[in-house]
């Protein structure tokens, strides 16, 4: 089994920064990676797959990179409504996501 | 617009069953591989099951096979999740999730969940 480990646990930053969260794999996924947001009493929600391509309607402040076993989910400029908790996704074999990394202010 | 709504869940005792049911609208079901997302209070995601458009190909997490079983309802649009023996580990919101468009296993929509309680 493929394990996801994002880091840092929690990131805390204020309104306007650049956020970088890590995701690292404990084999290569090739660019089989998805990210997700998920904000309190809701489901994830698509932002990114095959490591870099946007999901329909993500706004251009978030990008992903990376290949093989590190990626990283950047977002620009951080808006209020961007704070949420982000979840890495492999999908090279089965499915197994990270532990998340919440975004805080 | 897409829509995934999920219904079934409840509490129940170890060893109890139950069937969860995801109605599907906005698009056209039987083109779409469908799959079973759990995620316990306060702890991250955990894929569960999926099933084949067709409703022929389904695969499970180690941890639930032989006790769960997927199928699909192409006439009435609806995707199932029968839970059998359940055990205090499987205590999770369940969610539906469509995989898009293509042969990987990512998933652009999700209901809001349905949520499994198992204790005595």
């Known amino acids: 089994e493929r394990v996801m480990t994002q880091s840092p646990a929690t990131l805390s930053v204020s309104p306007g920064e650049r956020a970088t969260l890590s995701c690292r794999a404990s084999q290569s996924v090739s660019s089989k990676l998805a990210w997700y947001q998920q904000k309190p009493g809701q489901p994830p929600r698509l932002l990114i797959y095959?490591?870099?391509t946007r999901a329909t309607g993500i706004p251009a402040r978030f990008s992903g990179s990376g290949s093989g076993t590190e990626f990283s989910l950047t977002i620009s400029s951080l808006q209020s409504e961007d704070f949420a908790i982000y979840y890495c996704?492999?999908?090279?074999?089965?499915?197994?996501f990270g532990g998340g990394t919440k975004v805080e202010i | 617009q897409v829509q995934l709504v999920e219904s079934g869940g409840g509490v129940v005792q170890p060893g109890r069953s139950l069937r969860l049911s995801c109605a599907a609208s906005?698009?056209?079901?039987?083109?779409?591989?469908i799959h079973w997302v759990r995620q316990a209070s306060g702890r991250g995601l955990e894929w569960v099951a999926v099933v084949s458009p067709d409703g022929n190909h389904e695969y499970y997490t180690d941890s639930v096979k032989g006790r769960f079983t997927i199928s699909r309802d192409s006439s009435k649009n609806t995707l199932s999740l029968q839970v059998n023996d359940l055990r205090a580990e499987d205590t999770a919101l369940y969610y539906c999730?469509?995989?898009?468009?293509?042969?990987?296993?990512?998933?652009?929509?999700w209901g809001q969940g349905t949520l499994v309680t198992v204790s005595s």
């Open positions: 996704q492999q999908y090279n074999q089965g499915v197994t």
């Open positions: 095959a490591a870099s």
């Open positions: 906005g698009f056209t079901f039987n083109r779409y591989t």
């Open positions: 999730a469509r995989q898009g468009m293509s042969d990987d296993w990512w998933f652009d929509y």
